[in-house]
């Protein structure tokens, strides 16, 4: 059984970097073909795709947000993290992070982390 637990602050002040840790246990994130996302939903909006990092440490991101976001991992840790720089309260949201295969879907998750960012 695979597990993801998400961690960091809750609270960010504004134009600061907001950085989130996945561990990730039961599963290594380097098995082939799996990608291990952070996906994100506002307050009454739905979920928002930020960006992932694949089996192989390869990125990809949301063009919206490629410009100020960064994902990397651990793998001696077994952990992927975000960062977000220059936050607005705009990107006050619960944060997760998940797992899905190549050419599949989601299979797990994490139970998401409530972050806000102050002004």
């Known amino acids: 059984q695979v597990q993801l637990q998400e961690s960091g602050p809750g609270l960010v002040k504004a134009s600061q970097t907001l950085s989130l840790t996945c561990t990730v246990s039961g599963g290594s994130i380097t098995t082939s073909y799996y990608y291990w996302s952070w996906i994100r939903q506002p307050p009454g909006k739905g979920l928002e795709w930020m960006g992932a990092?694949?089996?192989?440490?390869?990125?990809y991101y949301s063009p919206s947000l490629k410009s100020h976001t960064s994902i990397s991992r651990d793998t001696s840790k077994n952990q992927f993290s975000l960062q977000l720089s220059s936050v607005t309260p705009e990107d006050t949201a619960v944060y997760y992070c998940?797992?899905?295969?190549?050419?599949?879907?989601?299979?797990?998750w994490g139970q998401g982390t409530q972050v806000t960012v102050s002004s």
């Open positions: 998940a797992r899905v295969k190549y050419n599949s879907w989601y299979d797990y």
């Open positions: 990092i694949a089996y192989d440490g390869s990125t």
